[in-house]
Nanobody, 116 residues
Framework: QVQLVESGGGLVQPGGSLRLSCAASGFTFGRYGVNWYRQAPGKERELVAGISSGGDFTNYADSVKGRFTTSRDNTKSTVYLQMNSLKPEDTAVYYC?????????WGQGTQVTVSS
């Protein structure tokens, strides 16, 4: 059974940093790319970042380029999202997801709140 568990969210002041983790199980992790999405209250879910199966390629939404970095450790079946210079508009629930055999698999999400 595919399982994705996000962690690392919390309350942080503007300009601060957080590192999110997405721990995966139930599939051969190193064969799949992983995406990070976020959803703010009243807004559509949006793609934030993606990383290829081997970690060689990454992509980012324009709104987070230069501030967020995604990486992965395939020995730990975990993907990370390092978020720096956080802004109030980064406040959202953050999810990781993986496309496996024709289905999107999502974690439960972790709340990030950027506020003074």
């Amino acid at each position: 059974q595919v399982q994705l568990v996000e962690s690392g969210g919390g309350l942080v002041q503007p300009g601060g940093s957080l590192r999110l983790s997405c721990a995966a199980s139930g599939f051969t992790f190193g064969r799949y790319g992983v995406n990070w999405y976020r959803q703010a209250p009243g807004k559509e879910r949006e793609l934030v970042a993606g990383i290829s199966s081997g970690g060689d390629f990454t992509n980012y939404a324009d709104s987070v380029k230069g501030r967020f970095t995604t990486s992965r450790d395939n020995t730990k079946s975990t993907v990370y999202l390092q978020m720096n210079s956080l802004k109030p508009e980064d406040t959202a629930v953050y999810y990781c997801n993986v496309w496996i055999n024709g289905f999107w698999n999502w974690g439960q999400g972790t709340q990030v709140t950027v506020s003074s």
